[in-house]
Structures are given as C-alpha cells and as structure tokens.
C-alpha cells in the first residue's frame, strides 16, 4: 500500500514561528498536494507539485511556500505563523503517467494551533 | 470550476445498501469522476473511480450515467465504519490534474 506519512499528528507553534510540515511519500509519486481544512470551508489546496523543485500555487498560498527537493518529501513552511493558520493541514500524492485514471493517498493530517 | 452538488447528509441503517448522488452537469468527455470518503479524525481515503462505464472494487460501486452528468456511489452493505463524509470529484482534464474539494455528503449508519 502506498504511504504518505506527515511528520506530526499533532503540532502547537507561537505566532511569529517559522514553521516547517513534512510529507513524505513511499510510492514514487510525481504529484504531491498541500490541502488546509476547517470547518464550514472544507478542503482547500495549497500549493502542489509535479516533480522535483516545482511548485504551483494553489488556491490560497498567501502565507505558504512549499519545498521539494527530493521526489518523495514535500514540505510546507509557514514563514511567520499566524493563529489564523491553525487548521488541519493534510498532504496527498499521486502518480502522474496515470493520472486521472488514478486515485489519489492522502496522509492522516497535522492539527496545527497556532498561540 | 464546474460545479457538483451532493446531498448534505444521508442515513443509512447498518447491512443495508446506501446510494450516494452526486451531479456534475459541466462534466465534459475526459474527465474522470473520483469518490473519496473522510472518516472522522482522518484524511481522506480513495474509494473508487471511472470514466464512463460503471465500476466495482472491494470497498463500493460506481454508476455513472449515460450522459455522465451524474453519478451514484453504491455500498452493497453499510458498516458503522462507513459512517464519513463521501467526496464526488470531477478531474478535470484542464486543471492539471487538482483535487477540488466540495462539501460532500455526511453519511451516518445507525446499529
């Protein structure tokens, strides 16, 4: 089975903190997605990636960037936290030659609060 | 974005079937429809996918219909750990390949 392991399930930073959520994945997936969830908003992506060191942006980046410089590591970093990033962030991959006819693995999630 | 309207929530009683709807009226020709499902506390988890023809794997069934404007997840026998929130997703082809997230539909499965 595929694995797409987060780094941290549970994760309370200061406000100001640089904050760095890893993902890493077993299966030699091209594709890895950064989603944040909250309650009545749902899902919303980050940012994504196609392959080693590229990025792009998805559809709330303002307060992210992300990092890969290895296939099967994507990182999130929150450069200066703030406590309206507290949230479920949730990292998932994909195979990118079979897409779309391929299901996508999310990880368990990092539950970020943010003091 | 093309948009797919689910049932807020649905029950269903434990052992028996559970049809879950979902439209996507702006579905064009390559695009493929992905069901996920949420389980309280946890990420999501792929349950099954297609494009035109209807599908079966271990954990449902998909019917997609012949205009492919609408589609219906199928669980032959509800467990209490299918209680989740269940995710119709259009891929659409010009969107490089992005999960786009909707509310989905809360299904609970009573004893």
């Known amino acids: 089975d595929v694995k797409v392991t987060q780094s941290s399930r549970y994760l309370v930073k200061r406000t100001g903190e640089k904050v760095f959520l890893e993902c890493v994945q077993d299966?030699?997936?091209?594709?890895m997605f950064w989603y944040r969830q909250d309650p009545g908003l749902g899902l919303r992506l980050i940012y994504f990636?196609?392959?080693?060191?590229?990025?792009e942006k998805g559809d709330i980046p303002e307060g992210y960037s992300v990092s890969r410089e290895k296939k099967e590591r994507f990182s999130l970093i929150l450069e200066s936290a703030s406590t309206n990033q507290t949230s479920m962030y949730l990292c998932a991959s994909s195979l990118q030659g079979a897409w779309p006819n391929y299901g996508y693995t999310f990880g368990s999630g990092t539950r970020l609060t943010v003091v | 974005d093309a948009k797919t309207t689910q049932p807020n929530s649905m029950e269903s009683n434990e052992e028996e079937p559970v049809h879950l709807p979902c439209n996507h009226s702006?579905?064009?020709?390559?695009?493929?429809i992905h069901w996920y499902r949420q389980l309280p506390s946890q990420g999501p988890e792929y349950v099954i996918h297609g494009l035109t023809s209807n599908v079966n794997n271990r954990m449902a069934s998909l019917a997609i219909a012949e205009d492919r404007k609408s589609s219906t997840l199928i669980l032959h026998r509800a467990t209490l750990r299918d209680a989740a929130v269940y995710y119709c997703?259009?891929?659409?082809?010009?969107?490089?390949?992005?999960?786009?997230f909707g509310q989905g539909t809360e299904l609970s499965v009573k004893p």
């Open positions: 997703i259009p891929i659409f082809y010009n969107q490089g390949g992005k999960l786009i």
């Open positions: 299966m030699d997936h091209e594709n």
């Open positions: 990636s196609y392959d080693v060191k590229m990025k």
């Open positions: 702006t579905i064009s020709g390559t695009d493929y």
